[in-house]
C-alpha cells in the first residue's frame, strides 16, 4: 500500500453501481464507500498540514512492505466491495480466490499483494479494505488517552527531527499542525454502520471467496433483468 504525500482514493467504476440502487447489497456498498471516502479526506487534511510545518511525511517509494507478511480479517460487508471490484473490474483474480483458502494456511501475505509490481503492489487497491487505508497514516490512543503517531518502521525519519513517535495533541499539533485520524474511530465507525458483522470477521481469504457467491449471484440477476 505505498502512499505518498496526498492519499490517492482510486473510485471503483460506479458504471453497475446504479444497477444496485434499491438493494440492500447496493445500499452497504455505498455506506462502507462512503467512510472510506472519510478516511481519505482525514488523511488528506492531515498530510497537507505536515508538509505545510515542513513535517512532510510519506512511505518510500514502491515499497508496500506493510502487505509482506500480513493478512488482514475483514467484515463480510468489506468483503462484499472486494467481491464486487473483483466480478466487474477483475474477473481474472476473481478465479485466483477461489484457492485462497487453502493459501492462506501456508502465506500470511496478503494474496491480492504483488511484489512484482512496486508502486502498484496491491491488485484491489481501490476495494481495499479499512485497515490497509489507515495503517501507516492514522494515529492510535494511549492507556491515558492521549493521541499517539508513530513512523512506520520504512519510513525515512523527517528531517530535522530524530523522534518516530509523537504522543499528545499539543506534540502533534507543533510538529504536524493537525492530529492524523484515529484508527479507533473509523473502526467503531464501521462496526456503527454494520453491527451485527462485529463478531463475523474473518481472514480476507475466506471472507472474500464466500462474498464471491453473494455478489456474483446478485450481479447474474441483475443482468438477467436488464435482458
Known sequence: MPRSANISEQRISASRIPELSGTSLGTRLETLTSVYA???QAQNE????????????????????????????ILPAEAELLAFFLLTEKPELAEKVQSLDSVAKSS???????????GQNCMVYPARPLICRLFGF?????????????????????????????TGAAIMEQTFGAIP??????????????????????????????????????LSFSDKAAS
Open 138 to 166: 492514522s494515529s492510535v490512543r494511549t492507556k491515558k488517552q492521549e493521541p499517539q503517531f508513530s513512523l512506520c518502521k520504512h519510513m525515512h525519519a523527517i528531517p530535522g527531527i530524530r523522534e518516530r513517535r509523537f
Open 181 to 218: 485520524p484515529a484508527m479507533a474511530d473509523y473502526t467503531m465507525k464501521l462496526i456503527a454502520e454494520f453491527p451485527q458483522e462485529a463478531s463475523q470477521r474473518e481472514l480476507l481469504p475466506q471472507t472474500v471467496r464466500k462474498a464471491l457467491m453473494r455478489v456474483g449471484l446478485i
Open 38 to 40: 472519510e478516511i481519505a
Open 46 to 73: 492531515f498530510l497537507a498540514s505536515a508538509t505545510e510545518h515542513q513535517a512532510r511525511t510519506s512511505c518510500p517509494s514502491g515499497c508496500g512492505l506493510c502487505c509482506a507478511n500480513f493478512t488482514p480479517d
Open 108 to 118: 500470511s501475505t496478503c494474496p491480492f499483494w504483488d511484489p512484482s509490481k512496486p
